[in-house]
């Protein structure tokens, strides 16, 4: 599976983006997807994820309200709107597919496809 983030830019506070998460080379409607980001000198961190099955969500708790992670299988597909946008939001967002019984959805290592990443720059 190959992924393509796009829809990253800059943005004042208070605006929105949707970032989309597009697979190829096989679909990927049966993988639980996570959205990451990685703000300069900080660790990578979880912001949401879209489960399989069953498409339960999660949400970081710094997100939850703002931020809405959904799929389209049709289109091999997975966004997340981000609303209200803050600075602290600034980062480069990633799109991972998760193995499997690979472990935690927290974990990093649980992820095997990575996207090339997108920059949400939030201006104050």
């Known amino acids: 599976v190959q992924l393509q983030a796009s829809g990253g830019g800059l943005v004042q506070a208070g605006g929105s983006l949707r970032l989309s998460c597009a697979a190829s080379?096989?679909?990927?409607?049966?993988?639980?997807v996570g959205w990451w980001r990685q703000a300069p000198g900080r660790e990578r961190e979880l912001v949401a994820v879209?489960?399989?099955?069953?498409?339960?969500?999660y949400y970081a708790d710094s997100v939850k309200g703002r931020f809405t992670v959904s799929r389209d299988n049709a289109k091999n597909t997975v966004y997340l709107q981000m609303n209200d946008l803050k600075p602290e939001d600034t980062a480069v967002y990633y799109c991972?597919?998760?193995?499997?019984?690979?472990?935690?959805?927290?974990?990093?290592?649980?992820?095997?496809?990575w996207g090339q990443g997108t920059l949400v720059t939030v201006s104050s």
């Open positions: 879209i489960l399989w099955p069953g498409g339960e969500k």
């Open positions: 080379g096989r679909s990927f409607s049966t993988y639980t």
């Open positions: 991972a597919t998760k193995r499997p019984g690979s472990g935690s959805i927290y974990s990093t290592g649980a992820y095997d496809y």
